[in-house]
Nanobody
């Protein structure tokens, strides 16, 4: 059974940084692309970033140059390093496994002074 567990969310001031982690179990992690989505209050869930099995990263225009997705295959973990955070980055961030259509439970990120 696939399980995705996010961690690392919290409250941060504008311009600050956070690193989200998503630990996966129940899969051969290195065989799957992984994604991060986010959903702000009253808005649709949107794709933030994807990393392929070949470590190719794809980003939403809104986070390019500020966010970095990475993976550690031996640890079965995908990360989202978020720098220069803005209030509009406030959302629940979800880890997603496209190959199995599996979601994590989400972690709240709040950017506010």
């Amino acid at each position: 059974q696939v399980q995705l567990v996010e961690s690392g969310g919290g409250l941060v001031q504008p311009g600050g940084s956070l690193r989200l982690s998503c630990a996966a179990s129940g899969i051969s992690f290195n065989m799957y692309a992984m994604s991060w989505y986010r959903q702000a209050p009253g808005k649709q869930r949107e794709l933030v970033a994807t990393i392929t099995t070949m470590n190719i990263a794809i980003y939403a225009n809104s986070v390019k140059g500020r966010f970095t997705i990475s993976r550690d295959n031996p640890k079965n973990t995908v990360y989202l390093q978020m720098n220069s955070l803005k209030p509009e980055d406030t959302a629940v961030y979800y880890c997603f496994l496209p190959g199995r259509s599996s979601w994590g439970q989400g972690t709240q990120v709040t950017v506010s002074s």
